[in-house]
Nanobody, 124 residues
Framework: QVQLVESGGGLVQAGGSLRLSCAAS????????MGWFRQAPGKEREFVAALSWNGRSTLYADGVKGRFTISRDNAQKNLSLQMNSLNPEDTAVYYC?????????????????WGQGTQVTVSS
């Protein structure tokens, strides 16, 4: 069974930083691309960032590129999202997801397993 658990969310002031983590089963984390998505109230879940199975290839949404960094540590079974220069538009529930592919993609339908999400709130 695949299990994903996010952590690290919280309340932060605009301009601040947060680091999100996702703990995954070793099997899924080691062999599949992983991604972060987010969903704000009243909006659909949107792509944020994704990383290939070996950590060599990345994809970022235009709105977060240069501010967010996705990484993974296969030995510790963790996926991370370092978020800097946060603004109120980043407020959302952030979800960790495991892809059916080895390379990163942006589509929600490409991700088979999802965590329960962690809330990120950025105050202005």
């Amino acid at each position: 069974q695949v299990q994903l658990v996010e952590s690290g969310g919280g309340l932060v002031q605009a301009g601040g930083s947060l680091r999100l983590s996702c703990a995954a089963s070793e099997r899924t984390f080691s062999n599949n691309a992983m991604g972060w998505f987010r969903q704000a109230p009243g909006k659909e879940r949107e792509f944020v960032a994704a990383l290939s199975w070996n950590g060599r290839s990345t994809l970022y949404a235009d709105g977060v590129k240069g501010r967010f960094t996705i990484s993974r540590d296969n030995a510790q079974k963790n996926l991370s999202l370092q978020m800097n220069s946060l603004n109120p538009e980043d407020t959302a529930v952030y979800y960790c997801a495991a892809s059916v592919y080895m390379m990163p993609t942006k589509a929600r339908k490409d991700y088979r397993y999802w965590g329960q999400g962690t809330q990120v709130t950025v105050s202005s």
